[in-house]
Each structure stands twice: as structure tokens, then as C-alpha cells.
């Protein structure tokens, strides 16, 4: 067993499999001190509330030390780990009423510019209020794909990673959801 010490120079891929092989409680302490502020940030951006998202990271992590055993290192451990908060976090709006009346407006402010296209455009040329409201009116699947995309900077094949479909796929889901937050946009252009 390594020293702790040793534990903070192990990457994130060794630790995970220490704790998948082993049951390494440093190991699994080590990779929560690494990871569980992006995890709850993440789970804040799906639920809007401190207090859902702590338990929400809370769960994930349980779920994590259960389920380790499945990352298998074809991707990088933040990958895998962010698909999982990912999936639980889709998953716990889906089934409960009470947290998708909860939510409340994303920060499109904090929208950045990354792999820019002809397509994308029209996107940075919208007026942050009009959007929020925009992005509010599709699903809650096409929003994840477009914040994911936008706002945290995924490539299409870390989005493939996440959502566990084909590069075509990913592909038809963003084109629609770019599809649909246009013409959510373009409504309420003419409401204003």
C-alpha cells in the first residue's frame, strides 16, 4: 500500500483502479478531494439549488465507489466520472417533479466561445436574456447537450464519451437541439 504521499503523485486512472481492485479507501479519499467540486458544480448547474446539489454529489460518490469497478480506463478517469454525474444528474430531474420545478435560469453569461463554426454563429450573436429564456423552453436533454458543448467546452468525441452514443448520433442530437433553441429564440424575438 503506498504511503500518502505517494497517493497524491498516483493519476487519476491508478487511483481508480486501486479503489476498483483494492477497495483503496485513500485511494477513493484522494480521488473525491480531486474531483467532488467539479462534481458538485456540475450537479448546481442541473439543479440551481447548493443544498440538492451537495446531496446530489454526495450520491454520486456513493455510486461511484459501488460502480468504479466498471471503468475500464478507455477514457480518461474525469471523462468517465463526468459522464456518470452526467447520466445521474439527467436521470434525477427526470424522475422527480419537485427538482425540475426547482430549476431556475442558466447563466448563459457564462456561455464561452469554443470550437467556433459557420453554424455557431448565430449563437454568439444572441442576446443573453432571450437565450436563458430560449434554453428554459427546450428539453432538458437538448439544453445538457448544448451547455455541455458551449459552455464546458466538450468535443464531440468527450460528448459520445457522455452520452454513450455514435459519433452520427451526437452529431443529430446537437444539430437538433441548436435546431429547436433557434426557434425557441426566434419566438421570442417577437414577443419583445
Not at 25 to 47: D, G, H, I, Q, T
Not at 56 to 70: E, G, N, P, Y
Given at each position: 500500500?503506498?504511503?500518502?504521499?505517494?497517493?497524491?503523485?498516483?493519476?487519476?486512472?491508478?487511483?481508480?483502479?486501486?479503489?476498483?481492485?483494492?477497495?483503496?479507501?485513500?485511494?477513493?479519499?484522494?480521488?473525491?478531494?480531486?474531483?467532488?467540486?467539479?462534481?458538485?458544480?456540475?450537479?448546481?448547474?442541473?439543479?440551481?439549488?447548493?443544498?440538492?446539489?451537495?446531496?446530489?454529489?454526495?450520491?454520486?460518490?456513493?455510486?461511484?465507489?459501488?460502480?468504479?469497478?466498471q471503468?475500464?480506463?478507455?477514457?480518461?478517469?474525469?471523462?468517465?466520472?463526468?459522464?456518470?454525474?452526467?447520466?445521474?444528474c439527467?436521470?434525477?430531474?427526470?424522475?422527480?417533479?419537485?427538482?425540475k420545478?426547482?430549476?431556475?435560469?442558466?447563466?448563459?453569461d457564462?456561455?464561452?466561445?469554443?470550437?467556433?463554426?459557420?453554424?455557431?454563429?448565430?449563437?454568439?450573436?444572441?442576446?443573453?436574456?432571450?437565450?436563458?429564456?430560449?434554453?428554459?423552453?427546450?428539453?432538458?436533454?437538448?439544453?445538457?447537450?448544448?451547455?455541455?458543448?458551449?459552455?464546458?467546452?466538450?468535443?464531440?468525441?468527450?460528448?459520445?464519451?457522455?452520452?454513450?452514443?455514435?459519433?452520427?448520433?451526437?452529431?443529430?442530437?446537437?444539430?437538433?437541439?441548436?435546431?429547436?433553441?433557434?426557434?425557441?429564440?426566434?419566438?421570442?424575438?417577437?414577443?419583445?
Amino acid at each position: 500500500m503506498k504511503k500518502n504521499e505517494d497517493v497524491l503523485l498516483l493519476t487519476d486512472e491508478e487511483l481508480a483502479f486501486g479503489v476498483g481492485v483494492d477497495r483503496n479507501v485513500k485511494f477513493f479519499e484522494e480521488l473525491y478531494n480531486r474531483f467532488s467540486k467539479k462534481v458538485f458544480n456540475k450537479c448546481l448547474s442541473f439543479v440551481k439549488h447548493s443544498e440538492i446539489a451537495e446531496d446530489l454529489t454526495h450520491d454520486i460518490f456513493l455510486q461511484l465507489f459501488v460502480t468504479i469497478r466498471q471503468f475500464k480506463g478507455k477514457s480518461k478517469f474525469s471523462t468517465w466520472l463526468y459522464s456518470l454525474t452526467y447520466n445521474y444528474c439527467v436521470n434525477y430531474l427526470n424522475r422527480d417533479k419537485n427538482a425540475k420545478m426547482l430549476r431556475e435560469s442558466v447563466e448563459v453569461d457564462d456561455l464561452k466561445e469554443t470550437s467556433y463554426d459557420e453554424d455557431d454563429g448565430v449563437f454568439w450573436e444572441m442576446e443573453s436574456k432571450k437565450l436563458d429564456k430560449a434554453l428554459q423552453k427546450v428539453t432538458a436533454e437538448e439544453r445538457m447537450i448544448l451547455l455541455l458543448k458551449y459552455q464546458d467546452d466538450a468535443s464531440i468525441k468527450d460528448l459520445q464519451e457522455v452520452l454513450e452514443i455514435g459519433q452520427s448520433a451526437v452529431k443529430m442530437r446537437l444539430s437538433r437541439a441548436k435546431t429547436n433553441l433557434l426557434k425557441e429564440y426566434k419566438k421570442i424575438e417577437y414577443e419583445y
